[in-house]
């Protein structure tokens, strides 16, 4: 649940923190060859003085603000901020903050800034310029939710800052419900990602596949449109769902399999986002070492990001109907643990040979992908995975590796991405490495030797994409789904990365 109230309201009775926006354009040149640091500061902040208009300041109090941010030197880039105390006057603290160019990112940076600097205020007031976008609102509230996300099981005092007032431009009466709507798209973005941190962030003892299930199960409880299914481990085997049941079998907590659908009223175009659901990673048999399985709470994400995304998408009622799988199991030793040589046969019929048990999460997914090709016949495939490590080697910990056979589903997943600010870049699906996957007793083998593991694995899951080969994506985000440390309005632990880019994928598809 989010903590931060966001709302829209006047300027009137300003006090304690009020935050002015300050653009990084403006005309900073003068008849003079040096221009006096007050000459320049009055062409670049005349917005702000407009704004400031707004909060009943004298010129006196005007020129004091002209004074100070000529004397910080205040670009106005993105995420930039100086504070001016005014004790014994109203408001008593000013905070300007810059947009930069104005771009929807931007505006994110600096909501992200301002979550954290102001993290101490009970109440901060954004003054909002006068060409002011529902995008660049969507931007400053997706900023200021996601930065001030924070993740607790024990006690911990509650974060000071409670309400955000966001003052819109004077006399915007026509233009108000569109920056509203721009402020609701942050906040169904906002839900649907920290629901995603929230279980990617749940310790393991707890996490277990039925948790998590019926975690998302009181998520879509009640939502018109929104069903849910899950298999327990009779009916998968029933179904033969056998990788998914042998990947869980070494664990006393036994696998689902969740389907969330949205399925609204005259929807044309039908879409599958999978991801994968391990609930807790030890490599299995083939055991990951200590610095390895720390994290490994973490290898849900993907099926973390694909319920977020298709949450998001009944909140917002999007004319697209969306369906998303997540095999859940928790890779484990115990003495029904499968092992290297065993022969898995896939929901389907296509039998996998077990060459590394810690690569699990290909399984699961086979199994899923095969199902959705063959009942749901989807116009299009989405699978995210925390797949492997040779992704964050390849791209590091902030990009996603995108493998795919249409340019067209490429582009617009790497377009959505870059306008919801996370990142991704596309790898190559070389044909001539397939039959490095040849087995000799089975269809596949389910690792190699050979290298190349992010792509191996793409190659792998290829297998299972049936008809719709040209019609499918794969995101590994094994490295992007958790963060070291804060960075914008991503917070340390997990990011939740998957959300944001699916729901921008799936408003420009519907």
Not at 119 to 138: G, H, I, K, Q, Y
């Amino acid at each position: 649940m989010l903590l931060l109230d966001i709302r829209f309201a006047t300027a009137r009775n300003a006090s304690g923190a009020v935050a002015v926006v300050v653009p990084a354009g403006g005309d900073t040149t003068s008849a003079s060859d040096d221009p006096s640091s007050a000459q320049l500061a009055a062409a670049r902040f005349a917005a702000v003085r407009l704004s400031l208009g707004r909060l009943k300041l004298g010129p006196a109090d005007l020129d004091d603000v002209t004074a100070f941010l000529a004397d910080v030197e205040h670009s106005g880039s993105a995420g930039t901020m100086h504070k001016l105390p005014r004790p014994g006057r109203r408001p008593d603290r000013l905070l300007f903050i810059g947009v930069g160019a104005g771009e929807e990112a931007d505006w994110r940076a600096a909501g992200a800034k301002l979550a954290k600097s102001a993290s101490s205020e009970p109440t901060l007031m954004v003054v909002l310029p006068d060409d002011v976008t529902p995008a660049a609102v969507r931007g400053l509230g997706e900023g200021l939710w996601l930065a001030s996300y924070r993740f607790r099981l024990g006690a911990d005092d509650p974060p000071a800052l409670r309400r955000i007032v966001l003052v819109p431009p004077s006399g915007a009466v026509a233009a108000s419900a569109d920056l509203a709507a721009g402020l609701a798209l942050a906040k169904a973005v906002a839900e649907s990602t920290v629901l995603a941190r929230d279980l990617t962030n749940m310790p393991s003892d707890e996490k277990t596949p039925a948790w998590f299930a019926k975690r998302v199960e009181k998520a879509a409880a009640g939502v018109p449109g929104l069903t849910t299914t899950v298999r327990d481990p009779k009916a998968l085997a029933e179904e033969g769902f056998n990788a998914i049941l042998a990947v869980g079998g070494g664990s006393t907590r036994g696998p689902r399999l969740l389907e969330l659908s949205w399925r609204p009223r005259g929807a044309r175009r039908h879409v599958v986002l999978i991801g994968k659901g391990i609930t807790f990673d030890t490599g299995g048999i083939c055991v990951k070492p200590l610095s390895g399985m720390k994290l490994m709470r973490k290898d849900m994400a993907g099926a973390a990001a694909v319920i977020g995304a298709t949450l998001a998408a009944a909140a917002l009622r999007l004319p697209l109907r969306v369906t998303a799988i997540a095999p859940l199991a928790e890779n484990a030793l115990g003495a029904d643990s499968f092992r290297p040589g065993d022969v898995v046969r896939h929901y389907g019929g296509t039998t996998s040979e077990i060459y590394n048990t810690d690569a699990e999460g290909r399984l699961v997914l086979g199994d899923a992908m095969a199902y959705a090709v063959r009942r749901l016949r989807p116009d299009a495939i989405i699978d995210l995975a925390t797949l492997t490590g040779a992704q964050g080697v390849a791209l590091g910990k902030r990009t996603a590796a995108l493998y795919s056979h249409s340019d067209t589903l490429a582009t617009s997943l790497a377009e959505a991405a870059a306008t919801a600010g996370e990142s991704m870049w596309r790898m190559p699906l070389h044909d001539d490495y397939a039959d490095a996957l040849d087995s000799d007793v089975a269809d596949l083998v389910n690792s190699t030797d050979i290298g190349a593991g992010s792509l191996m694995a793409a190659l792998y899951l290829r297998e299972f994409t049936g008809g719709l080969r040209d019609q499918w994506a794969h995101l590994d985000m094994s490295s992007s789904a958790w963060a070291d440390s804060a960075d914008g309005e991503l917070t340390k632990g997990a990011t939740g990365w998957g959300v944001r880019t699916l729901l921008r994928w799936l408003e420009a598809t519907a």
